[in-house]
């Protein structure tokens, strides 16, 4: 599910750094194999995801307010959704299908999902893997230097990179570790059953669970690796001049894209199609394009399914999953149909850059609420975190928290708008006040008693957090 967005930054981010993107993306899976870690941990041992435990956790104001901020992510999510499935249309078309057309048919989407989770999910995920699977044995085609792909894939280099290219670098971060999935893996582990009263039951479930996920993000990982190398080979040092006349040798009908000089190739996920087409055939055109729709399928889906246990856990709400597609897909296709109307292909490209960094922002609602319980005894019992993952917790947070406000300043600092800077100012301010409280309450769930007031006892956190009546979940 997460494929879609992160080819939205990839593209344009091997054109300058190569296999370098790589080394982006084997950090960001190893955090996010150790935030699933933690997510599944939480739904095995308490019997509620994450959203039920912030309802029963936080008090009333926070609570609201980290829902909206998932809510947004969401729907951030479902417009890059709608963005990817528009161009595939386009170019599975050749360009027959403007864009506002494409993101007409996403409406469709809704119906087809529906169809689709009545067919079965696992069926799906067996189709979307077979496509990308498909996408990625062009690998063998290309055969790169595999020294030089291992080195992109764990040594961190970039020769000539500026704060654009570090800005879509981090990117990836919140391409891989997106908020709304972290309460989705919560959620999942719940539909196995596991007796809670025996603990050795308990210590396996987490145990299979953890090796469900490394094996899955490993599989992941492994795809796009294997993109990511094809992207470099027919990107990484191209001149406009060139791709243009190997477009124009094969025959492409999309050759005008590109203009005839020695500037260096600059293309967005839909010149990306192109210039596969262009370089190894139309098949990976298609290929790509059909990658493209199947990846929009899987985020529509977890998009829903988040949005189901988000809505229920943090307000109480039960919708149909008609209702809750339905609700997301139009908030998100109107500003996305207004861009495809009135502007072009790059303004399109460019509020992807800004869901990128509207994701990028949510994540610390994630990620500091599932440390801050998974850390708590009174909830955890002996499955709460030791010494090592306290440490280690936080400083994941801390750099994904550091390495994402980064991302903010340097989309921020290219508004060139007075504006826009004092807006961003007090958005910052705001947002970085509830990212400290959050913060805040996580240390005290650390362990840290000195920033408790109120605290009485050595091992009582429940003061600053609200204790609600069970409910039934």
């Known amino acids: 599910e997460k494929i879609l967005q992160l080819y939205l930054i990839l593209i344009p981010f091997i054109l300058t750094s190569g296999l370098f993107s790589t080394t982006f993306h084997t950090l960001s899976t190893i955090i996010g194999l150790l935030l699933q870690r933690l997510a599944a941990r939480l739904g095995v041992v308490t019997g509620m995801h994450l959203a039920e435990v912030c309802n029963r956790q936080y008090h009333t104001v926070p609570r609201i307010i980290l829902w909206l901020m998932v809510e947004l992510a969401i ?9 990817g499935c528009a161009i595939a249309f386009s170019l599975l078309s050749a360009g027959r299908i403007p864009l506002w057309g494409g993101v007409l048919i996403t409406i469709i989407d809704t119906f087809v999902f529906l169809f689709l989770d009545k067919y079965g999910l696992r069926k799906l995920e067996t189709k979307c893997s077979h496509t990308l699977f498909l996408l990625s044995s062009q690998y063998v085609t290309v055969s790169p230097d595999q020294g030089e792909v291992l080195k992109g894939m764990f040594v961190p280099y970039c020769e000539g990179c500026g704060p654009v290219q570090m800005g ?24 196995r059953e596991v007796d809670r009263t025996n603990k050795k039951e308990v210590r396996e479930a987490n145990k299979y669970f953890f090796i469900e996920s490394t094996v899955a ?9 294997f993109v990511v190398a094809v992207f470099a080979e027919a990107f990484y040092g191209r001149t406009n001049q060139e791709v243009y006349t190997v477009c124009n040798e094969t025959g492409s009908p999309h050759s005008h894209l590109f203009p005839q000089d020695n500037q260096t190739l600059t293309v967005d996920i839909y010149k990306g199609g192109v210039v596969l087409g262009c370089f190894f055939g139309p098949a990976a055109l298609y290929i790509w394009a059909v990658g493209i729709l199947a990846a929009g399928q899987s985020s529509t889906m977890t998009g829903t399914y988040s949005g189901q246990f988000v809505m229920e856990g943090f307000l109480n709400l039960r919708w149909s999953r008609f209702a809750r597609v339905l609700l997301t897909r139009s908030l998100a296709i109107t500003p996305t ?8 292909l790059q303004h399109l490209t460019g509020m992807n850059d800004f869901l990128n960094v509207l994701q990028s922002m949510q994540l610390p609602f994630a990620l500091i609420p599932i440390l801050t319980f998974t850390s708590l005894p009174s909830l955890m019992e002996e499955f709460s975190n030791g010494l090592v993952f306290k440490i280690g917790g936080g400083l994941v947070v801390l750099m994904v928290c550091c390495i994402n406000m980064y991302f903010v300043v340097v989309y921020v600092a290219a508004l060139n708008s007075v504006w826009l800077y004092l807006l961003a100012a007090f958005l910052s301010i705001a947002y970085l006040t509830f990212v400290g409280y959050l913060v805040w309450l996580c240390l005290i769930a650390q362990g840290v008693s000195w920033l408790d007031p109120s605290r009485r006892k050595g ?3 429940s003061v600053l957090i609200q204790q609600e009546p069970e409910f039934d979940s």
């Not at 729907?75 to 890059?80: E, P, R, V, Y």
């Not at 919140?174 to 919560?186: D, F, K």
């Not at 149909?337 to 072009?344: E, G, H, S």
């Open 337 to 344: 149909l207004l861009v495809a109307i009135f502007q072009d």
């Open 217 to 225: 993000l490993f599989l992941s990982f492994l795809i796009n690796v």
């Open 75 to 83: 729907i951030g999510s479902d417009m890059q959704e709608v963005i």
């Open 168 to 191: 879509q670098a981090v990117g990836i971060v919140g391409a891989v570790i997106m908020p709304h999935n972290i309460y989705l893996h919560s959620a999942l582990v719940k539909s």
């Open 459 to 461: 091992t009582d956190t």
